[in-house]
């Protein structure tokens, strides 16, 4: 059984940074295809990145290109979700989730294909 718990969450000012730490347990992260998504009141749950299994593939929505990196360490059985020069757009709750996935580069974009979820942290950027 795989699961997952975010931290990191919290309130911080435009342009500020914080660092989202998802903590994996019952399977290694580097067997995962891992993703970040978050939800706004009122909208949908979107993915704002994933990384494939092997660390080779990255994807990013965007509005966080250039200013998000996803990465793991397996090591420390832990997915991490930097978060740089924070826009007030960018509030919402966070979610870490995993997927499997046979080959090594393959990445989801869709909530559907991730079968484990954390419960979320909330991230309020202040204008």
């Known amino acids: 059984q795989v699961q997952l718990v975010e931290s990191g969450g919290g309130l911080v000012q435009t342009g500020g940074s914080l660092r989202l730490s998802c903590a994996v347990s019952?399977?290694?992260?580097?067997?995962?295809?891992m993703g970040w998504f978050r939800q706004a009141p009122g909208k949908e749950r979107e993915l704002v990145a994933t990384?494939?299994?092997?660390?080779?593939?990255?994807s990013y929505r965007d509005s966080v290109r250039g200013r998000f990196i996803i990465s793991g360490d397996s090591a420390k059985g832990t997915e991490y979700l930097q978060m740089n020069s924070l826009k007030p757009e960018d509030t919402a709750v966070y979610y870490c989730?995993?997927?499997?996935?046979?080959?090594?580069?393959?990445?989801?974009?869709?909530?559907?294909?991730?079968?484990?979820w954390g419960q979320g942290t909330q991230v309020t950027v202040s204008s």
């Open positions: 019952g399977r290694t992260v580097s067997s995962l295809v």
């Open positions: 989730a995993a997927g499997a996935a046979v080959l090594g580069g393959t990445i989801y974009n869709t909530p559907r294909n991730y079968i484990y």
């Open positions: 990384r494939s299994k092997n660390g080779e593939v990255t």
